[in-house]
């Protein structure tokens, strides 16, 4: 019995989310109210209340939803990857590739630091994607694989370099010429920051 309601409870939360995302991606965050989210998810604002305490915590968990799945798809493409290189290539391109998605661009990166105030959101977007690749960075650094350099600097500016290039393939006329455009930017980047110098 337990289980059961486990299980009916955790449907609940996914259905709320998936309806939260799709108003938040196409009305924004003022335009919707925890009604609505309530309405089209076909339940009731109190049964919402019971999962999320509100309009901005149920924002909140839509955020950190869609950057979950950003680095889920990351994470797929590092794993076939065959060496370091090829994991930064991956990594970097499937980030880029995340700005071709209308959710992500819209309640990640517009409505997100202006709802949740710009040091909860950072959290949000940072708590994975950057540290995985300092500690990627840090064990390439004691492989000799780059240069040796701090770690947590240089992969805050890595991934400050990859959300300014997503924004601008996100505002582009033509998204995936953008997205084409920068991604080889950033592969040249990468290279100069991170592969040693020659003697």
Request: charged fraction near 30%.
């Amino acid at each position: 019995m337990r289980d059961r309601k486990a299980a009916r409870s955790a449907r609940t939360r996914q259905r709320l989310l998936r309806e939260a995302r799709r108003l938040f991606t196409t009305r924004g965050y003022d335009a919707t109210s925890a009604q609505l989210v309530a309405e089209r998810a076909g339940i009731t604002r109190a049964a919402l209340y019971y999962h999320f305490r509100d309009k901005r915590a149920l924002f909140r968990a839509a955020c950190e939803n869609l950057e979950n799945a950003c680095i889920e798809s990351i994470e797929r493409a590092v794993e076939q990857a065959p060496d370091f290189w090829g994991q930064v290539d991956a990594a970097t391109q499937a980030m880029l590739d995340a700005f071709l998605d209308p959710a992500y661009v819209r309640v990640v990166f517009r409505d997100g630091p202006a709802v949740l105030g710009w040091r909860e959101w950072h959290a949000i977007v940072g708590r994975f994607g950057r540290h995985q690749l300092r500690v990627g960075l840090e064990v390439a650094m004691d492989e000799g694989l780059v240069p040796r350099r701090p770690a947590a600097a240089l992969a805050r500016v890595i991934t400050g370099a990859i959300n300014e290039a997503g924004l601008a393939i996100a505002d582009a006329d033509d998204p995936k010429r953008a997205r084409a455009e920068y991604g080889a930017v950033m592969d040249a980047l990468l290279e100069g920051l991170l592969q040693p110098s020659q003697p």
